[in-house]
């Protein structure tokens, strides 16, 4: 069956250091996204990605936070300066389609645990 | 903006029924969806409702009732590799397609 795969699935950064988070999407999905979660907690929207550009983003996705897909296969998440509330759990996701029931079908990846000490 | 509530924690014994509750406000509604996260692991999908009524998946089904705004999901003969926290979500009518999270429920199943 096809996945997510994302790299790393642990880093351990200082504050202040910038972080990449790496995804795969499955490679005839159309649309990717990247959630957080912090330990104990809800699974956050952090951004969404189609067509190469951001369509939509979250509060939480401020200035520190970009997304590349640099060669049509990757889809990256950076951090440029890492803060400790940033630790938590990073998931990439992907969606074949918009429309129709397929479009509330998410397939995650198993995530990238972040620690900023 | 969209909210979703969820009971935290539910116990329950193996081999019962359990039924874990969402009630949502939502400005705009594309059906409510279901999906499983064990400890550890990435919210898995399981279900999904865009009218009303009940959905089957084997032993798990899933309500909705949109006039009240309100879902459940309905686990039968529990195992306790169903020990797992479930989150419901909905679909935002933005352009990002996004899906907003509820607040999560941890299911435990005892022996």
């Known amino acids: 069956e096809p996945e997510v795969t994302q790299t790393p699935s642990h880093q351990v950064t200082q504050m202040g250091q910038e972080v990449i988070l790496r995804c795969v999407p499955i490679s005839n999905h159309l649309y990717f996204y990247w959630y957080r979660q912090i330990l104990g907690q809800k699974v956050e929207f952090l951004v969404s990605f189609y067509n190469n550009e951001i369509s939509e983003k979250s509060e939480i996705f401020d200035d520190q936070f970009s997304v590349e897909r640099p060669d049509g296969s990757n889809f990256t998440l950076k951090i440029r300066s890492t803060k400790l509330e940033d630790s938590a759990m990073y998931f990439c996701?992907?969606?074949?389609?918009?429309?129709?029931?397929?479009?509330?079908?998410?397939?995650f990846g198993a995530g990238s645990r972040l620690t900023v000490l | 903006g969209q909210s979703l509530e969820q009971p935290s924690e539910v116990t329950a014994v193996e081999g019962a029924i359990v039924q874990i509750n969402c009630t949502y406000q939502?400005?705009?509604?594309?059906?409510l969806s279901w999906y499983q996260q064990h400890d550890g692991g990435a919210p898995t999908f399981l279900s999904y409702?865009?009218?009303?009524g009940l959905e089957e998946t084997g032993r798990f089904s899933s309500f909705l009732s949109r006039s009240d705004s309100y879902g459940y999901l309905l686990l039968q003969e529990l195992q306790m590799k169903d020990s797992a926290s479930y989150f419901c979500?909905?679909?935002?009518?933005?352009?990002?397609?996004?899906?907003?999270f509820g607040t999560g429920t941890q299911l435990k199943v005892e022996l």
């Open positions: 979500a909905v679909r935002d009518p933005g352009g990002g397609n996004k899906l907003t």
């Open positions: 409702n865009a009218l009303d």
């Open positions: 996701a992907s969606i074949l389609r918009m429309g129709g029931a397929g479009a509330n079908v998410l397939t």
């Open positions: 939502t400005s705009g509604f594309y059906g």
